[in-house]
């Protein structure tokens, strides 16, 4: 029996307004992997984690309801939260015995069983909704009342906390420290566990993906009768040998990659459909000046070329990226730079922002700051170039057959036909575009891989119906 004081995982400096919670986890090595699921899906939302019962907005605890002791044991450790904290949520083995609970300690706010990790974070959210703002938020929510819970079809992975890099529009290192790594055979324990649940899509994620495993000299851990190494490309190899419920390889994305060299060794897995073909490098800017002033890593002059070396090994894969115009100092030189390195580099997939300072970032000191409109007009003239891409792109799709996981099936309209929206392998759920289905047939599902013939597209969607046979 293991019991832990809330947990001591807490994130180095929480942002004001932070929401934090604390974890009792109780019972067998199971429930503890559970633990840490829970408590990795709650940082993704921009939770920081309590070392202590006064510090937390709310205390998960998580059950063990094997042996009577054990339930004893649970139910002292329930009274104990409320007690310290008064704000808990119960979850694991013995939230299977909700009645019991409840009669023990009405005062629970709500009660989950093993394994309902949906349900246990969608109690913290309602229960301590959590702050939002794009220091807070590591995945993308898709408005600021609308916090969407990620299905069980797809799962964010993180690998990573924290960045060793000190971008001058930046304090995330100031907030989330020094970039820590999990353990690789933690990582790769919970992608098998999430696959095992019904994932067929793992979205990995951290602050900076190419970096995993740096702090911890990509030490090397037993798994499966291999030994690799917390390194990326390692951990890309040993993704793409999960299996979905189905047999499949899993849907494998990688997101915040920046582009050291050893991002190359990639390419090839995607190209052998171990990995999806899908990069998601945030590259800001293109202008040496303006990445100088930025402290960019990874900022080097080949890209280009290695963006055509990655498409002759594979062909589809998919690059966004995300891009801030009106940086200080950010001429119409640097930005007139940007604009021919975006039609050269013709990147599936853009995001661009409008530079705005965040309090404690060094970019706020930097001279010559660049009026609104001229930010505003070259906002606009970047979306110009880059819808004018994705359009092309997308056109370039009609006709193709497309593998599509489902995220939504409507109903049946008047005519009985059955519409449903989902991705391909370019699109990443919440950020980039969507696949629209018409007359799918009635034993379609969410999370579902289908086979799709692009009819048509616009500047970010496309359009099919599933193939037939
Ligand atoms: S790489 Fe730069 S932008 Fe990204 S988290 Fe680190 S400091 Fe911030």
Same mark, same amino acid.
């Given at each position: 029996?293991?019991?832990?004081?809330?947990?001591s995982t807490?994130?180095p400096?929480?942002?004001?307004?932070?929401k934090?919670?604390?974890?009792?986890?109780?019972?067998?090595?199971?429930?503890?992997?559970d633990?840490?699921?829970?408590?990795?899906r709650?940082?993704?939302?921009?939770?920081?984690?309590?070392?202590?019962?006064?510090?937390?907005?709310?205390?998960?605890?998580?059950t063990?309801?094997?042996?009577?002791?054990?339930?004893e044991?649970?139910?002292?450790?329930?009274?104990?939260?409320?007690?310290?904290n008064?704000?808990?949520i119960?979850?694991?083995?013995?939230?299977?015995e909700a009645d019991?609970i409840?009669?023990?300690?009405?005062?629970?706010l709500?009660?989950? +069983?093993a394994?309902?990790?949906e349900?246990?974070?969608?109690?913290?959210?309602?229960?301590?909704?959590?702050?939002?703002?794009?220091?807070?938020?590591?995945?993308p %929510? @898709?408005?600021?009342?609308?916090? /969407?819970?990620? @299905?069980?079809h797809?799962?964010?992975l993180?690998?990573?906390?924290?960045?060793?890099?000190?971008?001058?529009?930046?304090?995330i290192?100031d907030?989330?420290?020094?970039?820590?790594s999990r353990?690789?055979d933690?990582?790769?324990?919970?992608?098998?566990?999430?696959?095992a649940? +019904?994932?067929?899509?793992?979205?990995?994620?951290?602050?900076d993906?190419?970096?995993?495993?740096?702090?911890?000299r990509?030490?090397?851990?037993a798994w /499966?009768g291999?030994?690799?190494?917390a390194?990326?490309?390692d951990?890309?190899?040993?993704?793409?040998q999960?299996r979905t419920?189905?047999g499949?390889?899993?849907?494998?994305r990688l997101?915040?990659?920046?582009?050291?060299?050893?991002v190359?060794?990639?390419?090839?897995?995607?190209?052998?459909?171990?990995?999806?073909?899908y990069?998601?490098i945030?590259? %800001?800017?293109?202008?040496?000046?303006?990445?100088?002033?930025? /402290?960019?890593?990874?900022?080097?002059?080949?890209?280009?070329e290695?963006?055509?070396?990655?498409?002759?090994?594979?062909?589809?894969?998919?690059?966004?990226?995300?891009?801030?115009?009106?940086f200080?100092?950010?001429t119409?030189?640097?930005?007139?730079?940007l604009?021919?390195w975006?039609?050269?580099?013709q990147l599936?997939?853009?995001?661009a922002?409008?530079f705005?300072?965040?309090?404690?970032?060094?970019?706020?000191?930097?001279?010559d700051?660049?009026?609104?409109?001229? /930010?505003e007009?070259?906002?606009?003239?970047?979306m110009?170039v880059?819808?004018?891409?994705?359009?092309?792109k997308?056109?370039?799709k009609?006709?193709?057959?497309?593998?599509?996981i489902i995220?939504?099936?409507?109903?049946?309209?008047?005519d009985?036909?059955?519409?449903a929206?989902?991705?391909s392998q370019?699109?990443?759920?919440?950020?980039?575009? %969507?696949?629209?289905?018409?007359?799918?047939?009635?034993?379609?599902?969410?999370?579902?891989?289908?086979?799709?013939?692009?009819e048509?597209?616009?500047?970010?969607?496309?359009?099919?119906?599933?193939?037939q046979?």
């Amino acid at each position: 029996m293991n019991t832990d004081a809330p947990t001591s995982t807490a994130s180095p400096k929480p942002v004001a307004d932070q929401k934090r919670v604390g974890m009792v986890s109780l019972g067998c090595p199971k429930a503890l992997v559970d633990s840490e699921r829970i408590l990795t899906r709650l940082r993704a939302d921009g939770y920081a984690m309590s070392p202590d019962y006064a510090g937390a907005d709310v205390v998960l605890v998580n059950t063990c309801g094997f042996l009577d002791s054990a339930k004893e044991e649970s139910l002292a450790a329930i009274g104990e939260a409320i007690s310290e904290n008064g704000r808990v949520i119960v979850t694991g083995c013995m939230g299977e015995e909700a009645d019991a609970i409840r009669a023990a300690h009405p005062q629970v706010l709500a009660v989950t +069983g093993a394994h309902q990790y949906e349900q246990v974070v969608e109690a913290v959210h309602e229960h301590a909704p959590p702050s939002q703002g794009p220091f807070i938020d590591l995945i993308p %929510q @898709p408005s600021e009342h609308d916090i /969407k819970l990620t @299905p069980r079809h797809y799962s964010y992975l993180k690998i990573s906390e924290g960045c060793n890099h000190s971008c001058s529009f930046c304090i995330i290192p100031d907030l989330r420290g020094k970039l820590a790594s999990r353990r690789i055979d933690a990582v790769l324990r919970e992608a098998e566990k999430l696959v095992a649940a +019904g994932t067929n899509e793992l979205l990995v994620i951290s602050q900076d993906t190419s970096a995993y495993g740096v702090d911890t000299r990509h030490e090397t851990r037993a798994w /499966k009768g291999r030994e690799p190494r917390a390194h990326m490309t390692d951990l890309a190899r040993e993704l793409g040998q999960l299996r979905t419920q189905s047999g499949h390889t899993p849907w494998v994305r990688l997101h915040y990659v920046y582009p050291y060299p050893h991002v190359d060794k990639v390419i090839p897995l995607m190209a052998e459909g171990l990995l999806t073909p899908y990069l998601d490098i945030p590259f %800001q800017h293109a202008s040496p000046s303006v990445l100088k002033r930025m /402290k960019r890593p990874a900022n080097e002059a080949k890209v280009l070329e290695r963006l055509r070396g990655w498409r002759d090994i594979c062909p589809d894969i998919a690059i966004r990226s995300s891009f801030v115009v009106g940086f200080p100092g950010e001429t119409e030189d640097d930005f007139k730079y940007l604009i021919d390195w975006l039609e050269e580099a013709q990147l599936d997939r853009v995001g661009a922002f409008r530079f705005e300072p965040v309090e404690g970032a060094q970019a706020n000191a930097l001279p010559d700051p660049v009026p609104e409109a001229i /930010k505003e007009e070259r906002y606009a003239r970047l979306m110009e170039v880059t819808e004018r891409i994705s359009a092309a792109k997308l056109a370039a799709k009609v006709g193709r057959a497309l593998p599509v996981i489902i995220d939504e099936v409507g109903e049946p309209d008047e005519d009985g036909d059955i519409g449903a929206s989902g991705r391909s392998q370019a699109d990443a759920p919440e950020i980039d575009g %969507q696949v629209h289905l018409r007359n799918v047939p009635a034993d379609v599902a969410q999370g579902d891989i289908v086979t799709a013939v692009i009819e048509e597209a616009d500047a970010h969607d496309l359009f099919g119906v599933i193939a037939q046979g």
